[in-house]
């Protein structure tokens, strides 16, 4: 079993914790489905453009059918004129994909594992600020030696000075562990970590109680 190193908000080691969720191993064809599939999801799917019947104007002919010399038309709305409609043109649609539940688990589980493997992801005792202030966000981070482009934080739960103190932070996202059974869905700001918000950080930053929620949920 893997084994974190855990520190302080000062970044120095105070000890070591072994993540109790097993040696999975993610096959690349499902972290690759996991990642498609949220992405896949995000897109709102309203791009619109105008069909022939739907584009104003163009119901006179434009010139005679015969003896100009030019080949027949019936419209100057048609595709292959300036200021026409668009020949099979795009319409509202859902771009919305499903994943298993067991392969989403599979796929999250993996990455962290592979992650921990890689030495990118930190383990500290407590990420808790009483007061909104990025300027502490942005030092603890300094003191656990981050200087990567991005920077994933997992809470064990929504709190919102915390929240708020990296939020204005660049290419920093704040994330949650997963609620466990029986948690009401009270709706926040933050959203429990995906495989794909594991996949593209440079660092991962994880809270002690938040490790202990992913071994609860997912152990």
Do not use: C
Not at 125 to 141: Q, R, S, V
Not at 144 to 158: A, F
Not at 185 to 211: C, E, P, Y
């Amino acid at each position: 079993m893997a084994k974190i190193e855990v520190k302080d908000s000062k970044g120095k080691k105070v000890g070591e914790q072994e993540l109790k969720l097993g040696d999975v191993k993610a096959a690349s064809s499902v972290l690759h489905r996991a990642l498609i599939t949220e992405e896949a999801n995000w897109r709102q799917g309203t791009q619109s453009a105008k069909t022939r019947s739907e584009t104003r104007g163009g119901g006179r002919k434009p010139y005679k059918q015969k003896k100009t010399g030019n080949a027949r038309q019936g419209s100057t709305r048609s595709p292959h004129y300036a200021h026409g409609s668009m020949a099979l043109a795009v319409k509202p649609r859902s771009y919305e994909k499903k994943l298993n539940k067991k392969e989403r688990r599979l796929a999250i589980v993996g990455a962290l594992n592979a992650r921990i493997e890689e030495g990118v992801v930190t383990v500290v005792d407590g990420i808790n600020f009483e007061a909104p202030k990025t300027k502490d966000a942005a030092a603890l981070l300094k003191s656990l030696g981050s200087d990567s482009r991005r920077v994933l934080v997992i809470l064990p739960e929504y709190h919102d000075a915390t929240y708020r103190s990296f939020r204005n932070l660049p290419n920093v996202e704040v994330r949650t562990a997963p609620a466990k059974a029986g948690d009401d869905g009270t709706t926040v700001k933050t959203q429990a970590f995906s495989a794909r918000d594991l996949m593209v950080a440079h660092q991962i930053v994880i809270a002690k109680d938040a490790l202990a929620r992913i071994e609860e949920v997912w152990a």
